[in-house]
């Protein structure tokens, strides 16, 4: 398990040393001067040359990306263009909302998912199962974009029980949260079905169902405790496609997250912004899933020993 | 000769592999449904100008933002353009995004995934990391970030979508070479004096068609959804070309006086993303069922 946590903390290193390159890379191959995009054209050449110098944009771009990647691990991905302030403190501050958006999407999406996929499982060719996949086969098919603002129209201009945008009460949560986490509860459904069932064919579940043990336990104990790896492995994509899928759903709701501060920097072509953005949230997906694999021992003793079999 | 008798018993050996899973598939009701309904999306897509009941673009001063009518089946939009026949025009780009970013994603991930699987070690360990490290980025912020890179435009998101999607193809692609390379046909042909290239473009890929099949169709609704969302957010096709995502993204600021303007774009996009969904489900079932956690 040492040896195994080791190679898996410098596979980590390398991935997010690889994200630097590739964000520092894409952004730094955009025409246009940044710096006369930030002075708005009002500048002469001369002024743009001696901001270019003072920033060190005018640098070689190896040198630039070293400068950038000191930096970044001190946790300061520079100052932005347009708002003076230091990119990691827009980014933290966004974060706060996004991770407080994200935590609860995943709660919903995790809930939702694995009851109705375990009902469904237990219900197996029933009509409880056949309702069930149907809806997530619907819930995967609607984008979240579009389903936010069906639910505005619905619960917000309809019949007036949630606000449409802002987040100044909590229940401004509420729409969001269904909208982003709609389509991974329909995933994580057909997911945790798929687990269970295979789980029910085991061996081991037939011991315990010959030793006596009630239905509900074997579901609950043996069934469910062996789909939680599949999941647990689904669970860093999930996170992953939350952060991303967020830009939409913040632009939505007009709710200061992440995703919106990317896009608005975007729009503005703020380049410490958008690398900052980038940057963090590849970082927090690939430290997440680093979690996730050390965790996988809680659930499995065998990994626990030998550490898991793939990768 | 005896090269080209061992290629037929191969040929052989796979109409009878397809035919079969074409006879599974034609059982499957639903499957069935799906590839007509996306058979006719196609059709409508190439015969748009003969389909939609107006021109591309044509301007009904005398019913903007109206609702469904007779004369304008589901409403028009801010510029008195009838909704149908953006929507018949949008699913031009929506299936190009489909095929043109597919065929982008599947060479990339192929190739590089066969490269790694075939070979292994050292380079194997580069191109595992590669995948790791473009796979770190959530797809819609790194097909956004590209976007910001490349400028916006049809043929950009594309590119961007395509360069987007492969790490998952070529994750797969590696593991399912990196298992055939130990066969006997493999080791066959080796020793028949078959170059590495050869090996890989004739015996292995063609050996991995099914499951690239399958991969590919279960990854089309999601490029489809990519390009709608960053239309949406503005930043992939341009008006007055017509999308599905720039349709809704209009559409968002008059839900009070036009809500259904919002909701038939929508429709589209869950119809066609289902039906793929659903024949990529099936897809899977009759060609590939190991991919079940696909």
Redesign the interface.
């Known amino acids: 398990m040492l040896k195994f946590t080791l190679r898996r903390l410098y596979?980590t290193i390398?991935?997010l040393l690889?994200?630097t390159l590739?964000?520092f890379t894409?952004?730094n191959?955009?025409p246009g001067d940044p710096v006369a995009v930030m002075l708005q054209k009002k500048a002469d050449d001369a002024t743009i040359n001696r901001i270019r110098d003072q920033m060190g944009l005018n640098d070689p771009l190896p040198a630039q990306y070293f400068r950038f990647l000191t930096n970044a691990v001190t946790g300061d991905f520079g100052n932005s263009y347009f708002q003076k302030k230091p990119v990691m403190e827009l980014i933290l501050r966004a974060f706060s909302v996004t991770g407080t958006l994200a935590v609860l999407v995943l709660a919903f999406a995790i809930t939702l998912g694995v009851l109705m996929g375990t009902l469904a499982a237990v219900f197996r060719g029933k009509w409880v199962d056949r309702v069930i996949m149907m809806i997530s086969?619907?819930g995967?098919?609607?984008?979240s974009?579009?389903l936010a603002?069906?639910l505005?129209?619905i619960f917000g201009?309809t019949l007036k029980w949630l606000p449409i945008s802002g987040l100044r009460q909590p229940s401004a949560y509420i729409m969001p949260s269904v909208a982003l986490g709609m389509i991974y509860a329909a995933s994580l459904a057909r997911?945790t079905r798929?687990n269970i069932l295979d789980a029910m064919n085991q061996d081991y579940i037939r011991t315990a169902r010959s030793k006596g043990v009630g239905e509900f336990f074997v579901v609950a104990k043996h069934a469910f405790k062996n789909a939680g790896i599949?999941i647990l492995t689904y669970l860093g994509t999930l996170i992953?496609?939350i952060?991303?899928?967020s830009?939409?759903v913040e632009?939505?709701f007009s709710i200061n997250g992440l995703?919106k501060l990317?896009?608005e920097a975007?729009?503005k072509?703020d380049i410490p912004i958008?690398q900052g953005c980038?940057v963090y949230?590849?970082a927090v997906?690939?430290i997440a899933n680093l979690l996730i694999d050390l965790t996988y021992g809680l659930f499995d003793p065998r990994i626990r020993v030998a550490g898991p079999a793939k990768r | 000769m005896s090269i080209k008798a061992n290629a037929n018993v191969q040929d052989a050996a796979y109409t009878s592999f397809y035919h079969d899973a074409f006879v599974r598939l034609k059982r499957d009701k639903i499957a069935i449904a799906c590839l007509v309904f996306i058979v006719l999306l196609i059709l409508v897509a190439i015969f748009a100008p003969l389909i939609a009941p107006y021109p591309e673009g044509f301007q009904d001063t005398s019913a903007i933002l109206a609702g469904p009518s007779s004369k304008h089946w589901l409403g028009t939009d801010e510029f008195g353009r009838d909704i149908l026949t953006r929507i018949i025009y949008g699913s031009r780009i929506s299936l190009s995004v489909g095929l043109i970013a597919e065929a982008i994603a599947v060479t990339i991930g192929v190739f590089l995934g066969a490269l790694a699987g075939y070979y292994g070690g050292k380079i194997d360990a580069v191109i595992s990391r590669i995948i790791e490290i473009f796979a770190s980025f959530p797809h819609i912020l790194f097909a956004i970030v590209i976007m910001f890179v490349l400028g916006t435009g049809v043929i950009n998101v594309f590119l961007a979508i395509g360069f987007v999607g492969w790490t998952g193809i070529a994750r797969i692609i590696r593991a399912q070479v990196m298992q055939l390379k130990e066969k006997e046909f493999v080791e066959a042909a080796r020793a028949s004096g078959g170059s590495d290239l050869k090996i890989i473009l004739r015996h292995l890929i063609p050996n991995c068609l099914s499951t690239i099949i399958v991969v590919v169709t279960m990854a089309i609704p999601s490029d489809i959804m990519y390009e709608a969302s960053l239309s949406f957010l503005g930043l992939g096709v341009q008006p007055p070309v017509s999308s599905w995502g720039e349709m809704i993204s209009m559409a968002r600021k008059y839900l009070r006086t036009n809500p259904t303007y919002s909701v038939f774009p929508g429709i589209a996009l869950v119809l066609t993303v289902l039906a793929f969904n659903l024949l990529g489900d099936a897809l899977r079932d009759a060609l590939d069922p190991k991919l079940k956690n696909l």
């Open positions: 596979q390398i991935v690889g994200v590739v964000t894409m952004v191959v955009v086969t619907l995967m098919a609607a984008p974009f579009w603002i069906i505005q129209l201009l997911l798929t599949p992953k496609s952060l991303g899928g830009v939409l632009t939505i995703g990317l896009v975007i729009m072509r958008i980038t949230i590849a997906f690939v």
